[in-house]
């Protein structure tokens, strides 16, 4: 039940109708029986520093930060943590003595299902798409020891700010779509970062059979699209005999991550999870 002692976390983003946030969020919340409720707000792009205030002068406890705000909502934080510095975006903003502080939790939800993968010597990562998304996958990919990764995008004018935008480490390249069927025979990871396949182009997937066929056995693609689950990227994989996981991992663990800024404890990360699959399976 809200009260008037009911505390305030949520997450901003324009659109933000297909956010799954307030589902995972709010199940681990009512599991823990904790006073908070956490609200979905469409926040157009020309009124973020308003909002940004609003959510301030409301009594927000925190909230999360999502498309199309994740770069422009840095300066109007009074800290950002040196992650989100070196990535170049925010996805959870937090209360501080100084004001609201930022920083990027999404790198701790894309590694999180990748710890217990063992890399091969000169192993390459191959990244589809160069927006916000792709700057913590690759930031992921080299923290996890990758000793080159490929991002590969359509305009290379803006794979090359892309690498000008954000700190990343040494093996880093850029390439055209064009040239990726040269890279994926040796390809450890695939990851698309791109929407190519979300609802409601379901029946379209960034990798042809062809392309899929060229990478080696024990490569692991992964797609950060979590609608439909899985997606046909994801199914012609494990069609093929590939490990393949999906975005619902690196939301539900970016979320999780979250709760240390916001509450100072640790999330039930398998409450979100199943509450994400019964949403999901009831919604289909």
């Known amino acids: 039940m809200i009260t008037g002692n009911t505390q305030l976390l949520g997450v901003i983003g324009y ?25 979905p707000f469409a926040v157009e792009p020309q009124c973020l520093e308003q909002a940004i205030a609003g959510l301030s002068a409301l009594g927000v406890e925190g909230f999360n930060v999502t498309i199309p705000h994740k770069q422009a909502v840095m300066p109007l934080l009074s800290e950002i943590s040196p992650i989100a510095q070196a990535i170049g975006a925010v996805n959870t903003v937090y209360r501080t003595a100084a004001g609201w502080g930022g920083t990027n939790t999404d790198v701790v939800g894309f ?9 091969q010597p000169g192993a390459i990562a191959v990244v589809l798409g160069n927006g916000g998304a792709a700057r913590a996958v690759v930031a992921g990919c080299g923290e996890l020891g990758y000793s080159q990764i490929a991002i590969v995008g359509r305009d290379r004018t803006k ?20 040239e990726l069927v040269t890279l994926l025979p040796y390809a450890q990871l695939v990851v698309n970062t791109t929407p190519i396949g979300m609802h409601p182009q379901v029946d379209q997937s960034p990798l042809s059979q062809a392309e899929l066929d060229r990478l080696p056995t024990h490569a692991v693609v992964y797609d950060l699209i979590y609608t439909p689950h899985p997606t046909l990227l994801l199914h012609q994989a494990m069609e093929r005999g590939l490990e393949a996981i999906d975005g619902l991992e690196m939301l539900i663990h970016q979320g999780a991550a979250a709760w240390d800024y916001w509450l100072q404890r640790s999330a039930p990360i398998a409450v979100m999870r199943s509450a994400l699959h019964d949403y999901l399976s009831a919604s289909r």
């Open 15 to 39: 659109p933000i109708q297909h956010s799954l946030s307030p589902v995972m969020h709010n199940a681990a919340i009512d599991s823990l029986g904790l006073d908070y409720t956490y609200v």
């Open 111 to 119: 590694l999180t299902p990748l710890r217990t993968h063992a890399l």
């Open 159 to 178: 794979l090359e700010q892309f690498l000008c935008q954000g700190t990343f480490s040494k093996g880093v390249s850029i390439h055209l779509w064009s």
